[in-house]
């Protein structure tokens, strides 16, 4: 039986707490006259899996420009992994994809683009352990899981959402940990990304 939660906004990121949780809060707030500060869940260890999150933990990723930092969680076993996808919209430039630090940015812009994006679509229809905001990693994001999770990504090139140019785009190689501008029509692979608030 999966647990009740309560989600809110808070800017770019989401608050997600049991609903059970929640309750208890508000109930001791009209008790005390007083909000008490609600236990975070622990964060695993990198390269553990994360209970509820839907992967495993890669780290903690700055956020870019000064935004809020969060933790990176990578989809395990085949749920999460696309063998042979092309990244789409070859000669095609897209602007609002070339983010090297965020790919949920990157993955809502190609998705929302109109053309045919089929590493970014089956990324973001992803649905795995009750989460519904998967996504392609930006750069930097899959740099940071060369670095902490390899073990979790096949020897081989795996696309990142991140446009290198209007027939080209980053992909990760998790052989040698070398970034390069891969032809957005080859079949490749791809691993969806996922991300929680670090506050």
């Given at each position: ?49 994360w209970p509820g999150q839907g992967g495993v933990y890669a780290g903690l990723m700055r956020g870019e420009n000064g935004g809020p ?131």
């Open positions: 039986m999966q647990q009740a939660t309560i989600s809110l906004p808070l800017g770019k990121a989401t608050l997600t707490v049991p609903a059970e949780e929640a309750t208890r809060i508000l109930i001791d707030s009209f008790v005390q006259a007083k909000v008490p500060i609600p236990a975070v869940q622990k964060t695993p260890r990198i390269g553990e899996y930092d969060y933790h990176l969680i990578v989809a395990r076993g085949d749920e999460g992994f696309a063998k042979e996808i092309a990244w789409g919209g070859y000669e095609q430039d897209e602007p609002a994809a070339k983010s090297e630090w965020d790919g949920l940015a990157n993955t809502q812009a190609l998705a929302g683009s109109g053309r045919d994006h089929p590493a970014a679509e089956w990324a973001a229809g992803l649905e795995i352990d009750g989460h519904g905001d998967w996504y392609l990693p930006a750069r930097r994001e899959a740099a940071l899981c060369y670095a902490n999770v390899s073990e979790l990504f096949e020897k081989a090139w795996h696309w990142t959402s991140t446009q290198y140019s209007p027939d080209y785009a980053w992909y990760q190689d998790f052989d040698d940990g070398g970034q390069y501008g891969g032809r957005k029509v080859i079949q490749t692979r791809a691993r969806a990304v996922r991300r929680t608030s670090a506050i």
